[in-house]
């Protein structure tokens, strides 16, 4: 059984940083493109960026330049680094993964961890 599971959640001040990890256990071999996302109370689940298996990331325009997104393919692990954090950072940040293991090929998300960004 294959599990995303998210840490590295918390309260920063603004301008603060914090480091998110997504760990993959199970019977994994190989791990695609990781999403990160993130939903903030009353709004859409928001796509903060992208890994490819080979590391060619991707970001929205609303964290460029503040975000990286890394993976460890030997540590079945990907992280999400922020900086310069601000209050509309709030939100619930989840990683999403297509993953193949012993049932196929699968998409799979973590159960999130709350970041809250306030003084």
């Known amino acids: 059984q294959v599990q995303l599971v998210e840490s590295g959640g918390g309260l920063v001040q603004p301008g603060g940083s914090l480091r998110l990890s997504c760990l993959a256990s199970g019977t994994i071999f190989r791990i695609y493109n990781i999403h990160w996302y993130r939903q903030a109370p009353g709004k859409q689940r928001e796509l903060v960026g992208s890994?490819?298996?080979?590391?060619?990331?991707n970001y929205a325009d609303s964290v460029k330049g503040r975000f990286t997104i890394s993976r460890d393919n030997v540590a079945n692990t990907a992280y999400l680094q922020m900086n310069s954090l601000k209050p509309e950072d709030t939100a619930v940040y989840s990683c999403?993964?297509?993953?193949?293991?012993?049932?196929?090929?699968?998409?799979?998300w973590g159960q999130g961890t709350q970041v809250t960004v306030s003084s």
């Open positions: 890994i490819s298996s080979s590391g060619t990331t």
């Open positions: 999403n993964a297509d993953i193949f293991g012993s049932q196929g090929t699968l998409n799979y």
